[in-house]
RNA sequence: GUCCCCAUCGUCUAGCGGUUAGGACGUCGGCCCUUCAAGCCGAAGAUCGCGGGUUCGAAUCCCGCUGGGGGCGCCA
């Protein structure tokens, strides 16, 4: 078998979808797992709704998902260019083969003409073969040479019989050739239609599978169709199913994030997202579901597909953005939080982050299993970054100011335990644990407040750790503003 | 309306004629414990959408039904 080729093929009318990037990991997958080649092209026929930056934005946004591809519009390639708007003259070609084995015609129906016959068929009656169909030869060229406005349409040969679409997710799917309709081929301004131009590229660009979205299952027919009245093969399908919001309803604005971009923004790691788009729809088998780009690349294969649509679940999501934040090292995860740290003034500029490099690689042990998303890192190691720290009211009243509690005396005891101890996380431990003796206290009520001075929230990272971070006198200057509103 | 697709715990799934129907998220309980998490252990949760067949035996094969989804544009 010749070498495979499949290809990615957005229209850049929006932002990189979250089913679309799907669509984009199995191609990718599919094409690594088989040794052959992923191209990238970009269908922008539609010319009011396709724009350059939606180009850029899926572009990027794919890279960042850490794919990347063979052949592609910024990259080139042997059968570009990749995209369609520049490669009219190829489906000129096309329409002048076809045109010449008469399984195209001329229409001339006007669009009220159109929405009228198909109002008729939408209210019961029977379909009727398009009238231009049957259009003398020469009274349609005659009209034409006039310069009336018309379309190509596709001559669907009346004896076709039965289409069968071979798919390597489906199995087999038949379709009666009666029941397509002639589609346009070429609008009346000369441009290609989808459905045309799809098949014309995927053609010359030689590919062997056509890996998209279920709904295109039903348009396969008439594609398979023109790639037999062009004479060629046609590719294995593969109809991967839809991907649902978390109410298994079709994905519309009304879920929220519907881009990657927009799942970046709100924090999930890359590979993580991968991850969770991968499995939707696809397992290696019954029991993994952490793996990485190249263990999907070594062992995908479309049989192992799923056929049922399936729901976003944003807790698993979470789960898995955790997993891989707690896996992805301290190093790595400075990195992630520079912008944020910038953004929120905690770092001057990135040679700033560097200078406090240590610091918050230390911070990383203590915040990573519980870091969900990256949005909520810096909010969470922020006390660790300032010399104030702003004290949760709800702490304050819940903690330091429970009167008969001891809160005051645990504060003021502890800044006289940490005044001169070593300053090492067991030194300090040490010194805190000897106060539970000392004040006859349950550890929480000791703990607790110090707790809540030290870092602000009667909720935060592990107490002797962040202690160790911070130094003695910013420690110290804490605890004495927090006993002021303690009480005991 | 018509054509096509789909159907296993709440969710993502494993299963491809013989299993106590397995795993993961979530939920609940326990352990750990200075908080929240994380981690570990355990539990509940699926009459495999329904009804017929085929078979010694069906979640697995066949037919019908029901439910859901998608296509039927000079959108992609």
């Known amino acids: 078998m010749s070498e495979v080729r499949v290809r990615f093929a957005p229209s850049p009318t929006g932002k990189l979808h979250i089913g679309g990037a799907r669509t984009a990991i199995y191609n990718w997958a599919f094409a690594r797992a088989m040794g052959g080649k992923f191209i990238l092209r970009i269908e922008d026929t539609d010319p009011e709704r396709s724009t350059q930056e939606n180009i850029d934005l899926i572009i990027r946004a794919m890279r960042w998902l850490g794919l990347d591809w063979d052949e592609g519009p910024e990259i080139g390639g042997a059968y570009g260019p990749y995209l369609q708007t520049k490669r009219f003259d190829t489906y000129k070609v096309a329409l002048e083969k076809m045109k010449e084995n008469g399984s195209t015609y001329p229409c001339f129906c006007t669009s009220e003409e159109l929405a009228q016959r198909r109002e008729a068929v939408q209210k019961g009656a029977d379909p009727e073969p398009d009238p231009c169909r049957c259009l003398a030869h020469d009274e349609a060229q005659a009209r034409i040479d006039a310069g009336e406005s018309h379309v190509w349409r596709l001559k669907v040969p009346q004896d076709r019989g039965i289409i069968t679409v071979h798919d390597a997710i489906h199995g087999d799917s038949e379709f009666d050739a009666a029941l397509q309709d002639d589609m346009v081929l070429v609008r009346s301004d000369g441009s290609p239609t989808y459905n045309f131009a799809v098949v014309c590229d995927d053609v ?53 994030a519907a881009s990657v971009e927009e799942y970046r923004d709100m924090g999930y790691l890359s590979d993580a997202l991968f991850n969770y788009l991968a499995l939707l729809g696809w397992a290696p088998d019954g029991e993994t579901t952490i793996f990485s780009r190249d263990e999907m690349a070594s062992k995908f294969t479309l049989e192992r597909v799923s056929k049922n649509p399936s729901a976003l679940d944003y807790d698993k999501l979470e789960w898995l953005n955790n997993q891989y934040v707690q896996s992805m090292g301290a190093v790595a995860f400075v990195d992630a939080i520079k912008g944020d740290l910038i953004d929120a003034g905690y770092c001057a500029d990135d040679a700033d982050v560097e200078a406090k490099r240590d610091l918050l690689e230390a911070a990383y042990p203590l915040v990573c299993e519980r870091v969900k998303l990256m949005v909520d890192a810096v909010p969470m190691i922020a006390y660790l970054l300032a010399d104030e720290v702003e004290l949760d009211e709800k702490s304050v009243q819940k903690v330091l100011q429970k009167e008969g509690k001891g809160a005051k005396t645990a504060i003021l005891e502890a800044a006289a335990a940490l005044e001169n101890c070593e300053w090492k996380v067991e030194t300090i431990e040490a010194a805190l644990r000897g106060l539970l003796e000392k004040l006859d206290a349950k550890p929480r009520l000791v703990f607790q407040p110090i707790r809540v001075a030290v870092c602000g929230n009667m909720v935060s990272p592990p107490l002797f750790e962040s202690i160790e971070l911070l130094d003695r006198s910013v420690v110290l200057k804490r605890l004495a503003k927090a006993a002021e509103v303690a009480l005991d």
Do not use: W
Not at 230 to 251: E, N, Q, R, S, W
């Open 204 to 256: 010359n660009m030689k590919m062997t599978h056509i890996i998209r979205g279920d709904d295109h299952l039903s348009n396969t027919p008439r594609q398979v169709l023109v790639y037999e009245a062009l004479g060629y093969p046609t590719p294995v399908f593969a109809h991967l199913p839809m991907i649902c919001g978390p109410d298994g309803k079709k994905l519309s604005k009304r879920h929220g």
